[in-house]
């Protein structure tokens, strides 16, 4: 294309992304949004204003190259375009399908005030493909300095500092407690948002260029403490997220139906039980069935749910069903990113704002079959900021369902902190750690990621590892003693 | 992969396996399980940590074929590999010199009460050991129970061996001849003989462990599908457990939970027993 006025720029519409139908997608699991084609791609990079100062670097929490990258995307030299992203953010295949953001980047693109930013998730995704399917931009190691270092945790903050240390020369082992690494990206973030082979490619590719080890079913605090982690090594890194769940203080928990947003994700995802029974981890669905929430957690369960049910449906020969999510404040208040929330809509998915349960109920067998629920309203602003849900006197309600799961925030397993003497922990149960280098209150142990943050995004997860590493690879080499 | 080192048929559906697991081995202790997972397409499972042996890094465990997991377990032999194996999980038994305790294994439960056991006998307990089957061909290592008890009771339901009658009947004499004060009581089996054991020595008020055997996932308090109901609230049995006091538990709702994927687990029997089948007869054609 010729070179373009900043006024014709304008004039290019946001290129839409390629999805497949709601109504079939909503019964399978395949990625939902198809992701952009070269020439799409360098359309909507035509859009950028090459801003002198860029607004959307500075709302990156890592300080992505974006106006540098899309500018090579433009130009159809992809391979820079990666080297580009990769200055900053090493995983752009899973955070352009990810974050969020409408809230970040895109929020403040110079254009979303004038009509619509540039799509630069849709081009980061593109890059990433690109990347996963070319390996334009190797990982190379400098050489071997002889450290050694511990990784707890194989989520986004992990696998980020892994990274970053192995390239600086030391000899890094991860660590995890599953059977497989990955964190939330695998065991939450279905496939048809992020697809598995996304992020094994990325964590494969990582752990044959640089001889990163990693040792599953390895419990840190059971199979093997963080004490006796730091007689063997030189630094430790936790990054070890906040997969605890929290269920409801409310009457009717423990029934049959009831389960945990994790256990739901984590039996169709980790352990694939779509496609049970060829694997064989049962997943137990009803046909109505109600999510508790109004996170990424809450769509994510819903529209698993609704996608389950259609698996069932087929196997059994009957309707589907219905899924309602079930939210506490007003549509304004879903902190879920608005194209899940928006998909989860456009799913068939049956939302009760303002709304909360305060009872579930169950038949004579044990199994649930109602929720009480009462209806709120916005009060005043609370400390977060967000007007305060309270309960309307007299307004409650029931409604049949044979399912609840519960997506309320998850906390840090505390299983970690078993033999850490010394690793300060907040009243939240989140680990006291610098946010610029990472340092705990522990000598050599560094943290990061949602066990520091508390539940957050992967690329605050991502940034946490990267500033570790660089602190910790200071550290390592005597520059910043502790 | 963990390799199997070694496989002893107790029972027509109870069998043992030595895993290679030198990473569960060294820190193992009575108490404590492991879950496995055999395969890409399998579950995990957990199961409890029969014996072990931090020297040669072993794992020794033991169960039952009650389902496809456990099926498909058992057609595995020395020499095979599980693709996961993780441990040592829930909190390690609390030994100690109590006076005098009394250990009482049902079925499958005398696995994982022997290492419990011997531990307690170590430690300078009078060990009273009760184990129990349906009937003798599913009763095992009674000659080990034995090697650490002071007095051994054995029961099948159907009197094929030892006396006829339930784990409860030794354990109510014991307690109505009150000889001696019975310490604690620790009772692994299945959920409906530790409920019983649980009323039977509630009026006796004599403290008594149950280690529960909810279904699980990760094991490592992630998921919440493992939790039990108790005086206090719902706790998870794979990190608050597996032991609990069995006066506290809501044995209803956990036997009812256990019960809630039987329609599934039927089916994933039939079709893991079509699959094999169909393997078999390709590997047979294959070998003519
Ligand atoms: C369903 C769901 C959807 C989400 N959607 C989005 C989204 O769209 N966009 C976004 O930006 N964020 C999203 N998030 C949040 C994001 O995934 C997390 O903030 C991010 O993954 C945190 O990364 P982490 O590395 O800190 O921890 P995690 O990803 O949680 O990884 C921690 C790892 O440590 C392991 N571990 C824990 N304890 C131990 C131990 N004792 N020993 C060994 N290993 C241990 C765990 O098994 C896990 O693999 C979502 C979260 C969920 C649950
Ligand atoms: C901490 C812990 C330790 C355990 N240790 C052992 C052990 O050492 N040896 C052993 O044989 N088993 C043990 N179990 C039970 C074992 O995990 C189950 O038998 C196994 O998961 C069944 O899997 P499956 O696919 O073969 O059967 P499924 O198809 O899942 O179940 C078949 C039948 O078994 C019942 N069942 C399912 N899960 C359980 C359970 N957890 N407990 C009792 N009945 C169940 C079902 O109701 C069903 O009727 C333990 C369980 C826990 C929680
Ligand atoms: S098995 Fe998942 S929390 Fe216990």
């Not at chain 1, 080297?83 to 809230?103: W, Y």
């Not at chain 1, 990784?151 to 082992?173: F, I, M, N, Q, S």
């Not at chain 1, 695998?186 to 494969?204: C, M, S, T, W």
């Not at chain 1, 304004?332 to 709304?355: K, M, N, Q, S, Y």
């Amino acid at each position: 294309m010729a070179k373009l006025e900043p006024k014709e720029r304008m004039k290019i519409p946001r290129q839409p992304m390629p999805e497949q139908d709601p109504k079939i997608r909503n019964a399978n699991f395949e990625e939902v949004a198809l992701g952009y084609d070269e020439a799409t791609a360098r359309k909507e990079a035509e859009r950028c204003l090459q801003c002198k100062k860029p607004g959307c670097t500075v709302g990156c929490p890592v300080g992505v190259r974006i106006p540098e990258f899309i500018l090579a995307v433009r130009e159809g030299n992809l391979p820079k375009a990666v080297e580009e992203m990769k200055v900053k953010n090493n995983l752009p295949a899973i955070c352009g399908r990810v974050c969020p953001q409408e809230v970040q980047c895109e929020g403040k693109c110079i254009l979303t005030k004038k009509g619509k930013s540039v799509a630069i998730g849709r081009l980061e995704r593109f890059v990433g493909d690109y990347e996963l399917a070319h390996r334009t931009c190797p990982l190379t190691a400098a050489p071997a300095t002889g450290k050694k270092i511990a990784v707890v945790g194989t989520g986004p903050a992990g696998l980020t500092c892994a990274v970053d240390l192995a390239r600086e020369g030391h000899k890094v082992t991860m660590f995890e407690s599953l059977h497989g690494p990955g964190g939330v990206l695998v065991y939450g973030i279905p496939e048809f948002r992020l697809p598995k082979k996304v992020v094994f490619g990325e964590i494969d590719y990582a752990v044959e260029c640089l001889g990163i080890q990693v040792r599953n079913d390895h419990v840190i605090g059971r199979t093997i403490s963080l004490n006796e982690l730091l007689e063997q090594y030189d630094a430790v890194f936790l990054g070890t997220g906040a997969g605890l769940p929290s269920f409801m203080r409310i009457p009717g928990i423990n029934l049959n139906g009831v389960m945990s947003a994790n256990e739901f994700l984590t039996r169709v995802n980790l352990m694939k039980g779509y496609l049970f029974p060829n694997y064989s981890t049962p997943v137990k669905l009803g046909k109505k069935v109600a999510v508790v929430g109004g996170g990424n957690v809450a769509m994510d369960s819903a529209r698993c749910s609704k996608r389950m049910q259609a698996v069932q449906a087929k196997q059994t020969g009957t309707e589907p069903g219905e899924v309602h999510i079930i939210y506490r404040r007003s549509k304004e208040e879903v902190p879920a990113r608005a194209e899940e929330f928006h998909h989860a809509i456009e799913e068939g998915i049956i939302c009760d704002l303002l709304t909360n349960p305060v009872e579930i109920i169950g038949d004579e067998t044990g199994k649930v079959s109602k929720i009480r629920c009462i209806r709120m309203e916005l009060g005043e602003p609370d400390a977060s900021g967000r007007r305060k849900p309270v309960p309307i006197p007299g307004s409650e309600l029931e409604m049949e369902m044979d399912t609840v799961i519960m997506a309320l925030g998850t906390s840090p397993n505390p299983i970690v902190f078993v033999d850490a003497d010394g690793l300060e922990r907040t009243k939240h149960g989140t680990a006291v750690a610098d946010v610029e280098t990472g340092r705990t209150k522990k000598q050599r142990v560094w943290a990061g990621g949602d066990v520091v943050t508390g539940a957050a995004t992967v690329i605050s997860a991502m940034g946490a590892g990267k500033r570790a590493a660089a602190d910790m690879h200071k550290f390592l080499k005597g520059e910043a003693p502790w | 992969m963990y390799k199997i080192l070694e496989k002893q048929v107790l029972s027509d559906v109870i069998k043992l396996m030595v895993i290679e697991a030198p990473h569960i081995a060294q820190r193992a202790k009575a108490g404590q399980f492991t879950i496995v997972r055999i395969d890409e397409q399998a579950e995990r499972i957990p199961l409890t940590i029969a014996d072990y042996d931090s020297k040669a890094g072993t794992i020794t465990i033991i169960f039952q074929e009650v389902g496809q997991s456990t099926m498909h377990l058992g057609t595995l032999n020395v020499g095979d590999s599980i693709a996961s194996f993780a441990g040592p999980l829930g909190h390690p038994t609390e030994i100690e010199n109590y006076g005098t305790v009394i250990c009482m294994g049902g079925g499958v439960g005398i696995a994982p009460i022997y290492p419990i056991t011997r531990a307690l006998k170590q430690a300078g307990n009078k060990v009273i050991s009760i184990i129990a089957a349906r009937s003798k061909d599913l009763l095992f290592w009674e000659d080990k129970m034995r090697a650490v008890s002071d007095e051994i009771h054995v029961c099948t339901d159907d009197g094929s061996h030892g006396r006829k009658g339930l784990v409860t009947d030794p354990l109510k004499e014991i307690l109505e001849a009150k000889k001696e004060n019975i310490a604690k009581v620790w009772a692994i089996g299945p959920a409906i003989m530790m409920k019983f054991v649980s009323l039977t020595t509630k009026p006796f008020n004599v403290p008594t462990i149950v280690s529960l055997n909810t279904i699980m996932i990760d094991g490592t308090g992630m998921c919440g599908g493992c939790r039990v109901l108790l005086d206090e609230g719902a706790k998870f049995v794979c990190v608050d457990g597996p032991e609990f006091d069995g006066h506290k538990v809501d044995w209803n709702s956990l036997m009812s939970r256990l019960s809630y994927y039987r329609e599934e687990e039927k089916m994933a029997v039939e079709h893991w027993k079509e699959h094999k089948c169909k393997l078999d007869k390709e590997i047979a054609a294959g070998g003519k």
